[in-house]
């Protein structure tokens, strides 16, 4: 089983203040998705990386796959209050068959 | 249209009810899957199906019964459950098994 270790498990910040969330793991996936969630609603899907050393960015939002592909960082600049929610990394191994390996999670505040 | 649909959004039920939650999309997807997610907590795989065929039972009791009736719907059939099995029930799918997943919104299940 690969464990994806997501960090830090809490963080509360300042609007305006900027973040960044780690997702690590000794195994490397084939592909690795971040995803938003906000109480009682079904995570949303921001980005999926696939390659190695890959970065995409979404407006205020900078997503990174490690060069081997087993770590992951979001990075959010200027951060809003409608960007507090759970965010999760979910990587899929290439011999996985569909299952997709969770991080803990990361709640994320952000107070006005 | 990326929209993965659920119903109903609540449903609260006793120990002896038989009681279904359904799930739809749209996008011609091939995969779909059950998640039982806690409070707090990553969401927890239960079911896997691919191309309307069960592939993943993660060990799921019996008294939780996935149907999948054509590529589009996905329904989970729920008998004698558990005050624990109180959770977030999220339905999703994906292109193919492995692939990038979309979340519905989730039916919230209380048993009484």
């Known amino acids: 089983t690969q464990l994806l270790e997501q960090s830090p498990q809490f963080l509360s910040i300042q609007e305006g203040e900027n973040l960044t969330v780690y997702c690590n793991s000794s195994s490397v996936f084939s592909s690795l998705q971040w995803y938003r969630q906000e109480p009682g609603e079904g995570p949303v899907l921001l980005v999926t990386v696939v390659t190695g050393g890959e970065v995409k960015k979404l407006k205020r939002l900078t997503f990174q796959f490690g060069d081997a592909r087993k770590d992951s960082s979001l990075h959010i600049t200027a951060a809003q209050p409608g960007d507090t929610g759970l965010y999760l990394c979910?990587?899929?191994?290439?011999?996985?068959?569909?299952?997709?390996?969770f991080g803990a999670g990361t709640q994320v505040v952000v107070t006005p | 249209d990326t929209e993965v649909t659920q119903t109903p959004k609540h449903l609260v039920m006793g120990m002896t009810n038989k009681k279904s939650l359904k799930c739809e999309q749209h996008?011609?997807?091939?995969?779909m899957y059950w998640y039982k997610q806690k409070a707090k907590k990553p969401p927890e795989l239960m079911f896997v199906?691919?191309?309307?065929?069960?592939?993943i039972n993660e060990s799921v009791p019996s008294r939780f019964s996935p149907e999948c009736p054509n590529s589009s719907l996905l329904n989970l059939h729920l008998h004698a459950l558990q005050p624990e099995d109180s959770a977030l029930y999220l339905c999703?799918?994906?292109?193919?098994?492995?692939?990038?997943?979309?979340f519905g919104p989730g039916t919230r299940l209380t048993v009484t």
């Open positions: 199906y691919s191309y309307e065929k069960l592939s």
């Open positions: 999703a799918s994906s292109q193919g098994a492995g692939l990038e997943q979309y």
């Open positions: 996008m011609g997807h091939r995969a």
């Open positions: 979910a990587g899929a191994a290439t011999d996985s068959w569909g299952k997709l390996q």
